[in-house]
């Protein structure tokens, strides 16, 4: 059975960092497309950064552009999310989505495009 476990979640201060690790069991992370989205009360789920792990560039959302990074352990089949230069508006609950498609390095599928998805991590972050 496939399962994603997000972790790293918690509360900082503006311009602080942090880092979101999702570890994926029941399927290797080759060949997908994986991905970040988060999600505020009342909002639609926002596409944050995106990449095929077979070897596209990733793509991120223009909020966070130039401040995060997703990348991938392929040893630990763990996908990470590196942010940096928190903002009070970067709150919200972090998902990690996985799906066994071809995804390119220029636009953000939509969350039905992922099949497989964790259960979130809350990040807070204050002013």
């Known amino acids: 059975q496939v399962q994603l476990v997000e972790s790293g979640g918690g509360s900082v201060q503006a311009g602080g960092s942090l880092t979101l690790s999702c570890a994926a069991f029941?399927?290797?992370?080759?060949?997908?497309?994986v991905a970040w989205f988060r999600q505020v009360p009342g909002k639609e789920r926002e596409g944050v950064a995106v990449v095929y792990t077979g070897g596209e560039r990733p793509y991120y959302g223009d909020a966070v552009k130039g401040r995060f990074t997703i990348s991938q352990d392929n040893a630990k089949n763990t996908l990470y999310l590196q942010m940096n230069s928190l903002k009070p508006e970067d709150t919200g609950m972090y998902y990690c989505?996985?799906?066994?498609?071809?995804?390119?390095?220029?636009?953000?599928?939509?969350?039905?495009?992922?099949?497989?998805w964790g259960q979130g991590t809350q990040v807070t972050v204050s002013s």
């Open positions: 989505a996985a799906d066994y498609s071809y995804c390119p390095g220029d636009y953000f599928p939509t969350p039905v495009s992922f099949r497989h």
């Open positions: 029941g399927y290797a992370l080759v060949g997908y497309c």
